[in-house]
């Protein structure tokens, strides 16, 4: 249901943001994500 998916995107979008912290702290960020 929607609560589940709503629990899930949470889910993720903390994943995501660990992620995007590691890739900073390696310096590989940059090389993803063009820059702004």
């Known amino acids: 249901g ?3 998916r ?3 995107d ?3 979008g903390r ?3 660990a992620i995007d912290v590691r890739l ?3 310096g590989l960020h940059e090389t993803i994500t ?3």
């Open 15 to 17: 994943l995501k943001a």
């Open 2 to 4: 929607a609560a589940r």
């Open 6 to 8: 709503q629990c899930c």
């Open 10 to 12: 949470i889910k993720w």
């Open 34 to 36: 063009p820059p702004k």
């Open 24 to 26: 900073r702290s390696c």
